[in-house]
């Protein structure tokens, strides 16, 4: 069950909403597009981490060791941002 103020029911009757569509559009305006933010750090992190296994593999093959290193260390960089931005969302969405 959807915990509303008796003026915010009101608000949802009167837009002829019920009071779960009311609580969920008011949740997305309060955090716009997480649905589509957690996504794009799934989908960065998850690039990041190919890239990360390729270099890897090229350093552990001994190709290049003066381009290979720091395209992984970007890499390595890539990840660890999308988790930092990751749970940074994931905080904000606990505290509410």
């Known amino acids: 069950m959807v915990d509303l103020s008796p003026q915010e029911l009101a608000r949802a009757r009167k837009n002829n909403l019920s009071p779960e569509k009311y609580a969920r559009l ?3 305006s309060k955090a716009p597009y997480r649905g589509l933010r957690k996504f ?3 989908a960065f992190g998850a690039s ?9 593999a090229k350093l552990a093959a001994g ?3 003066a381009n290979n290193f720091p395209n992984f260390a970007l890499q390595i960089g890539v990840v660890a941002l999308m988790v930092f931005l990751f749970r940074i969302d994931k905080a904000k969405d606990e505290n509410k």
């Open 48 to 56: 990041g981490l190919i890239g990360a296994f390729v270099f890897l």
């Open 40 to 42: 794009f750090y799934f």
């Open 63 to 65: 190709q290049d060791l």
């Open 26 to 28: 008011k949740a997305e």
